[in-house]
């Protein structure tokens, strides 16, 4: 059985996005959207426009020299960076080098028939291009919101279907991608690998989309059935919540695209991923009826599916509980770490 996908809905399109309308509309929808031609003017999105000479010349000009890792693996894999068949070893090498020597092995790739494959992933502005953040201003995200910027570089590549905690906006500065999207209910039928033996640091998706193996992975088709599929082009800006699955294909042999990491939220928020492998200790091996009880605490007090469990309890008798001070911050680290510190 083959993957139906004119199935996958395309992602909702905006025009003309202002702060407004993306604080209004689109970010409370907590769906993808794509911002159609939102950073076009950007200088660096102008210098691909004109060539992936041009766009290269201008990055290594605002290039620092530090070294960067980047991805290699042979024509074989098909763009397709991954596990070895056991799982424990990976199919590609990671190599570094400066930013302005990794540009020149991309353009020398462009005029080879059947090419490896190379990207370099997230790499930060502060550290690589500390002059672009000037040059590349994002309007819907105000001066106060603690964001992380990074650029990523590469030839004809697949990222892997994988989640990211904070929200995205990922803008195409040259080349076209094509991102397919999945709500994070579709997390059972994506066959996702090891959660601490990852690629870059997020767990993956194991089905390859150009390939599946439905014998393999058959409820891969049942993903599909919730698939939104975004084509972006040089200037596009691409939304996508917290927790949104996605994979990623780079179509040309020079892409780029730069990313805008945030977390709304009280500054104490560390990653829940933090709390799953706390339940691993905890919870998941306890007796069926045990996890069902303790399912309930959880949606009382921490999902808060009713109402404020704590109403009834003057403020400062919450304890821990309460809104998150200083102290009771201080309380809960030092109680966790005794915790795991005991035998």
């Known amino acids: 059985m083959a993957v139906d996908w004119s199935q996958c809905k395309p992602v909702k399109t905006y025009e003309n996005v202002d702060l407004a309308l993306f604080q209004s509309t689109i970010q409370p929808a907590h769906k993808p959207a794509i911002l159609r031609g939102l950073v076009r003017d950007w200088p660096i999105v102008q210098a691909g426009l004109i060539s992936d000479q041009e766009i290269c010349a201008y990055v290594s000009r605002h290039a620092t020299e530090a070294p960067a890792n980047c991805f290699f693996a042979p024509p074989e894999i098909k763009g397709r960076f991954g596990y070895g068949p056991d799982l424990q ?180 928020l560390i990653t829940p991923s933090l709390t799953l492998q706390h339940a691993l200790l905890t919870l998941r091996d306890l007796p069926k009826a045990e996890k069902q009880a303790w399912k309930a605490v959880f949606d009382h ?19 821990v509980f309460g809104p998150i001070t200083p102290d009771s911050l201080a309380k809960i680290k030092t109680r966790l770490r005794q915790s795991l510190d005991s035998d």
Not at 204 to 225: G, N, Q
Not at 309 to 316: F, N, R, S, T
Request: net charge negative.
């Open 301 to 319: 007090y921490i999902f808060q599916s009713d109402e404020d469990p704590m109403a009834h309890i003057p403020e400062p008798a919450r304890g």
């Open 89 to 268: 070893e990976y199919n590609f090498d990671v190599r570094s080098a400066s930013v302005e020597t990794l540009l020149s092995i991309l353009l020398r790739l462009g005029d080879v028939e059947n090419p490896p494959s190379m990207y370099a992933g997230a790499l930060p502005f502060p550290q690589f291009f500390p002059a672009l953040s000037i040059e590349c201003p994002m309007p819907l995200l105000g001066p106060k919101t603690a964001t992380k910027v990074s650029l990523w570089i590469g030839n004809q590549t697949r990222t892997a279907a994988h989640w990211d905690l904070p929200q995205n906006l990922a803008c195409v500065v040259a080349g076209k991608r094509r991102f397919t999207l999945f709500p994070i209910e579709e997390l059972k039928n994506l066959y996702i690998g090891p959660l601490d033996h990852t690629l870059a640091g997020q767990p993956i998706s194991l089905v390859d989309f150009k390939d599946p193996d439905l014998t393999t992975h058959p409820r891969f088709a049942d993903a599909m059935k919730a698939a939104q599929i975004a084509d972006l082009e040089p200037g596009d800006v691409l939304y996508m919540p917290s927790l949104w699955i996605h994979h990623v294909e780079s179509l040309t042999p020079v892409g780029m695209l730069v990313n805008f990491w945030w977390r709304d939220g009280p500054e104490h």
